[in-house]
């Protein structure tokens, strides 16, 4: 009898979030001399260092931490999964998490976008689960 064995690795390899300002991150950075282990997404509507808001990386967390097999990840996120209807899950294990309702084979998901770096879409989300909210409150 043949045994498989799961291992789990990083969705996302050679990408670390850090909650800091931009002046310690770069006192950190300097601290290491010309061996600088930091490099920064930058923003290129305005120019400065990427900052993803709380409650995206809150609600990707809550998604990635279910280690559910049927998470998806998305390192480009076509115009029409943006058009999505803003909605909160109201029961489960996503209670809580605002993102946008796509479908994605076939099945109906929330969709949590960090801008400018990725988005996680999670799994099956039943419509009686979820809220829909006026102007993505």
């Not at 300002?21 to 930091?38: H, K």
């Not at 280690?67 to 029961?91: C, F, H, M, P, W």
């Amino acid at each position: 009898m043949m045994w498989r064995e799961k291992n789990l690795v990083p969705a996302v390899s050679g990408l670390v979030f850090a909650l800091a300002t931009r002046e310690a991150l770069d006192l950190y950075s300097r601290s290491f001399g010309d061996a600088r282990p930091v490099n920064y997404y930058w923003d290129r509507t305005t120019n400065a260092p990427l900052t993803v808001p709380a409650k995206a990386m809150e609600d990707f967390i809550t998604i990635a931490s279910t280690l559910d097999e049927d998470l998806i990840y998305l390192t480009e996120i076509s115009a029409k999964l943006r058009e999505g209807q803003t909605v909160r899950v109201k029961n489960g294990p996503l209670a809580g998490i605002t993102g946008k309702i796509v479908r994605i084979r076939k099945s109906r998901r929330i969709l949590v976008e960090l801008p400018g770096t990725l988005a996680i879409a999670s799994t099956y989300v039943k419509m009686e689960d979820v809220e829909v909210l006026e102007n993505g409150e």
